[in-house]
């Protein structure tokens, strides 16, 4: 079947079935701001949703099949089958479809360069930070982040410069819709094997997504991960620039004198080929965070940015929502929330919430059968660094329950390796264990890609009522 273009639509209307997400309501906010009508649907209500409502979209929770007569393209998210009520009300009608990655790509077609940031963990962390930068010192880009980052007003920011700034996402081979000049790879690890069937062919892709850097691109590599060294080996002779970022003095972007305050903020001098160029100081914690603005000064200095400038920039970089986040204080617990969904995500985020001195209570929520089927040794050990940990029912997303994976498997599992952990099935079980069991000072950290994050918001909420009834 011949591939949909965007271009063909103009003055139509776009309808996006799973708008509520974070890249198709970034998407949704582009389409409109280049003069097509746009209207979807997502699931389930949301802050998203009501957002878009605001702006005048006509968007609905549910499945709305009648929605689609009328429109000129219909757009998909990954987690939309075949068999959804809209997608097959388009078929009937013969309405073009097309997959959210392959509008991301055309879009971004428009523009003369594109940085895209790869990478198992991080992208959205390291996206927004180079996005916060760029846009700080006046290089005007278009940005799509898989998150949203105060510093841009959302999750996309239309530019006039002609370059564009993404995240590439590697599920279902998205990114090798998307054009490149400059790739920053960060690292590669396992994850969404349900997909890809093993390591060789996450490797494989990786490798397809550089092969499509041009004569002149730019590759930045984390130096330190074995994967990402293999499959950069594997990229045919061109002239393309290669540098690399890590920890080790021997890489072309290293710290100098990397070191951490009381809350775990990073602080280090930028060093390229064994010259400090700059003093940095971080207000988000962690070694993580530290590599993720190593790669972002890396990016602003291949692309000729003033590096002490960069560097100041970042001294105001707070995170992109759902990183990391402090949302809220309850009954002196300090609620955070992360969006890590897969067990290497989990121990960095665990890891982070540990420089603080605090008592760490994990809230996790797994994410998807097949992921934590995949993954299901390294789930039972993701939280050794935390004090106590809650797990919650398996989120879905776009699977089936298949009946041979379970919380309670995990539970049993992660009593095996000496972790004191509960099952707390749904929100309201969980906030119940943590109000009984939590206390002041603890760090309560909330972590999933699903919508654990309301979980905050839902004690938040009681907390507010119970001040104001008092």
């Not at 293999?230 to 990397?258: H, I, Q």
């Amino acid at each position: 079947m011949k591939q949909a273009k965007l271009a063909d639509h103009k003055g139509q209307r776009v309808h996006m079935v799973g708008i509520g997400g974070s890249s198709m309501s970034g998407l949704a906010q582009m389409l409109v701001h280049d003069g097509f009508t746009v209207s979807g649907s997502d699931s389930a209500d949301s802050y998203t949703l009501a957002f878009l409502k605001e702006m005048g979209l006509d968007v609905r929770a549910g499945h709305h099949p009648q929605m689609v007569a009328g429109a000129g393209l219909l757009v998909y998210s990954a987690a939309i089958p075949e068999d959804d009520p809209e997608r097959v009300e388009a078929s009937r009608l013969g309405i073009p479809q097309m997959d959210r990655a392959v509008l991301l790509g055309q879009i971004m077609e428009a523009s003369k360069s594109q940085i895209c940031v790869c990478g198992t963990h991080g992208k959205t962390t390291t996206t927004a930070m180079i996005a916060q930068v760029f846009t700080d010192l006046g290089s005007d880009p278009s940005v799509h982040l898989g998150g949203s980052l105060d510093a841009i007003g959302g999750s996309i920011r239309v530019g006039k410069s002609g370059l564009f700034i993404a995240e590439a996402c590697e599920f279902n081979r998205s990114f090798l819709h998307m054009p490149v000049t400059l790739a920053a790879l960060l690292n590669i690890e396992e994850d969404h094997l349900d997909c890809y069937g093993d390591m060789a062919h996450v490797e494989a892709a990786y490798l397809d997504f550089l092969e499509r850097l041009p004569q002149e691109g730019v590759l930045i590599a984390l130096g330190s991960d074995p994967r990402v060294r293999r499959v950069v080996s594997r990229l045919k002779p061109m002239r393309r620039r290669m540098v690399t970022f890590g920890e080790d003095a021997g890489f072309d972007y290293s710290f100098g004198d990397l070191r951490y305050d009381s809350l775990g903020n990073a602080r280090f001098g930028f060093v390229f080929a064994g010259q400090t160029l700059s003093q940095v100081s971080l207000r988000v914690p962690g070694k993580y965070n530290a590599l993720h603005a190593l790669c972002a000064l890396a990016v602003a200095h291949q692309q000729g940015l003033p590096i002490q400038a960069a560097a100041d920039s970042l001294t105001h970089f707070i995170g992109a929502h759902r990183r990391f986040e402090h949302t809220g204080t309850v009954q002196g617990m300090e609620l955070y929330h992360d969006y890590g969904h897969n067990p290497a995500e989990m121990r960095a985020a665990i890891s982070m919430a540990r420089l603080q001195g605090r008592r760490v209570i994990a809230v996790m929520q797994p994410h998807t059968y097949s992921r934590v089927k995949t993954l299901f040794e390294d789930y039972l050990t993701c939280t050794q660094e935390a004090d106590i940990t809650l797990a919650t029912d398996i989120f879905a997303a776009r699977e089936k329950d298949p009946g041979d994976i379970s919380t309670p498997m995990l539970i049993e599992g992660m009593h095996r390796h000496g972790i004191q952990a509960y099952h707390t099935p749904g929100f309201d079980e969980t906030e119940a264990w943590l109000l009984q069991n939590g206390r002041p000072g603890d760090l309560v950290l909330t972590m999933g890609c699903g919508n654990i994050n309301l979980l905050n918001d839902q004690m938040n909420a009681h907390a507010r009522r119970t001040q104001t009834t008092v």
